[in-house]
């Protein structure tokens, strides 16, 4: 059986965290043997940090950029990260799609994160939406990180960017989207050692599947889709994503 990664799952959160045992105990029937739990708020590091007996799960601390407004207790946060078996910092970034949520405040915010992922010596999961432009500054301002563009659905010109900063592109349900001709064409481009699978799972749907009803299992359907776009096959697909998460997460 191929083995793959989900790198984004948000396992703590309904309907997921009712039975996350038998989650994982489905993922791993359907080859998924690692899941990375993101966090996204103050209160649920503690969740997500929790979840690490469970086989193959890791955890990702962060402050989401539409909880911005929250204090951000630095100290707390890299006390964690050290403790903790997290293998990033995430779930991170900007979020400008969403006109209630001040722009300067998410971009501080941000930034003193990716100062602390290079303090840390993390990669950094990264959530963004109609704020490339400030995003890819930001990045470049604070120099160079290691990390993931999560739930990649954009084009080739914006993949580009991304992947000169030094960061993989994740790709989960979108791709599944027959109409979803950007990121598929992404998808078909991307270099092969920058790659990675996700769901979002329970926030992203797939081509039939809706959100809610979303489980890290469903990284197989993602691997099956991305090899037919690649024209190779779902086992090339699996070894080189399953490779690239190992290595930028630590995953052993």
């Not at 191929?2 to 309904?14: A, I, K, R, S």
């Not at 929250?70 to 903790?84: A, G, K, N, V, Y």
């Not at 991305?226 to 090339?236: D, K, M, N, Y």
Request: with cysteine; glycine share 8%.
């Amino acid at each position: 059986m191929v083995e793959l990664v989900d790198t984004h799952c948000h396992l703590f959160m309904e309907p997921l965290c009712t039975t996350p045992g038998a989650v994982v105990q489905r993922a791993r029937e359907a080859g998924v043997t690692h899941v990375v739990v993101p966090a996204y708020d103050a209160a649920s590091w503690n969740a997500a940090a929790g979840l690490t007996h469970l086989p193959g799960v890791h955890a990702a601390l962060g402050l989401h950029p539409w909880v911005a407004g929250q204090p951000l207790d630095l100290e707390r946060l890299e006390s964690l990260l050290r403790s903790s078996q997290t293998v990033a910092l995430g779930e991170i970034g900007l979020d400008f799609a969403i006109e209630r949520f001040d722009r300067q405040q998410q971009i501080d915010v941000l930034r003193r994160q990716l100062l602390l992922a290079r303090r840390l010596d993390l990669p950094v999961i990264l959530h963004c939406r109609k704020a490339f432009d400030d995003l890819i500054a930001l990045v470049r301002e604070v120099g160079p990180l290691r990390g993931v563009a999560h739930a990649f659905s954009r084009g080739p010109e914006l993949a580009r960017q991304l992947l000169e900063l030094g960061l993989h592109l994740a790709f989960g349900g979108a791709i599944t989207r027959p109409r979803a001709h950007r990121p598929r064409r992404s998808a078909q481009l991307v270099p092969a050692e920058r790659m990675l699978l996700e769901t979002d799972a329970p926030s992203i749907g797939l081509e039939g599947v809706a959100p809610q009803d979303t489980e890290p299992l469903h990284v197989a359907t993602i691997a099956a889709e991305l090899a037919q776009l690649r024209g190779c096959s779902v086992e090339q697909i699996a070894e080189e994503t399953t490779r690239n998460a190992r290595s930028l997460f630590g995953l052993a």
